[in-house]
């Protein structure tokens, strides 16, 4: 390309003497003008200069923030054990308000029994000193099955046990127990002049011929109180003092013969809520105590649940002067507690259900089960299910 012959002075003196160019546009059209050819013409620069800004600030960052992951991590790793603890001392708080939220439903002996280790829950014989045994039957919160609850009253001199049967009946707790609220009865009750026969008089609006469960457990549960507590024979109906009690699926009943049941097995009961279970005689009878003894380590129905599932297995039985022997296998043992407590107590019971007195272990597993010695002679319950009442 040839070289201009122009010097730059004689160039400038040139435009000079050009003549004026005037643009007319608005100023803010000529910048949108400039601005759009520029983004056009470099479509590149904003993300270049991006890249180098973030790549830049990754250099300059990545050390701190490592840093800050490492700390965060630990700081994660305390709070988290933090939290962990703080989150089991409040399960451990809410456990306990729920355990003594508990104890406030309980009923005041369920709680003594729940709150009391080694504690038998029948009535023996030295537990009754100078007053009397009264047994009550009374229906479970299903009305399925009959539960004996007994108490321990003050003798009272010419009192007879109808008397105060019939007295105390209506001081029974059975829904704080967890049973159906069965008392007192709505009837009158009182013995003939030799004290053979029990005279029990309905109103004619009693409500015991209202179905067949209610009709079944109103007579199951006379025959019951009434062999338990005495030795009356026979139970005699009325209605408004007229002979006879109609019954839906009875007819009219005008007496019963009382006869004791024996030969059943005692399995738990646990009302509902309750750590502690009834012991409740089963209602199908056994031909001897080892076929019961056998059936006491299965659950069975309407919620009787194995006995002496607790106990060692039994190695053998015999009997003598009703004394019953009994030897577990060997070198087995008995866990001292509540539970293993409870299960003697049903072997005991059924044991009186096949005329035992007593009891005497062979080569026992260990020498105390709570306050039982099991090296000397046990004598069996007078009652199950120990409850206090007002």
Known sequence: MKKSE??????????????????????????????????????????VLAASAALLLFFILVPKYMGGI?????????????????????DRSSLKRENASSNETESPKQAELLKTENLKTAIYEEDIGNGDVLTYWIPDAQAQILIPVSIIVNQSQGQSWLTKYTKLMANLQEKEWGLSDFYPLNATMKLDKDGNTVIVDVPSDHQYGQGSATETNF?????????TNSDSKKIKFTTNSLPGIELGNF??????DVVPEIQHAYFFYYPEGSAIPFLTPSTEKYKDITTALEAMKMDQAMGLK?????????????FSNKIMYLSFEENTRIQNNQQSIICFEALLLTAKEFGVKKVIIKNPPLTNLGTFDLTKEIKVPIAPNLRNIP
């Not at 490492?70 to 409040?90: I, M, R, V």
């Not at 007819?251 to 019963?256: L, S």
């Open 219 to 227: 007579m199951n549960i006379l025959k019951k109180d009434i062999s």
């Open 306 to 318: 194995s006995s002496i599932r607790s106990l060692p297995p039994i190695n053998n039985v015999s």
């Open 70 to 90: 490492n700390l965060s991590h630990e700081t994660a790793e305390e709070k988290s054990s933090t939290s962990g603890n703080s989150t089991e001392q409040q």
């Open 6 to 47: 122009w010097s730059d002075r004689e160039l400038e003196e040139l435009l000079r003497q050009m003549p004026r160019i005037h643009d007319h546009r608005d100023p803010r059209d000529i910048y949108q003008n400039i601005s759009f050819k520029r983004r056009k013409t470099r479509p590149w620069l904003l993300p």
């Open 251 to 256: 007819g009219v009943v005008n007496e019963m």
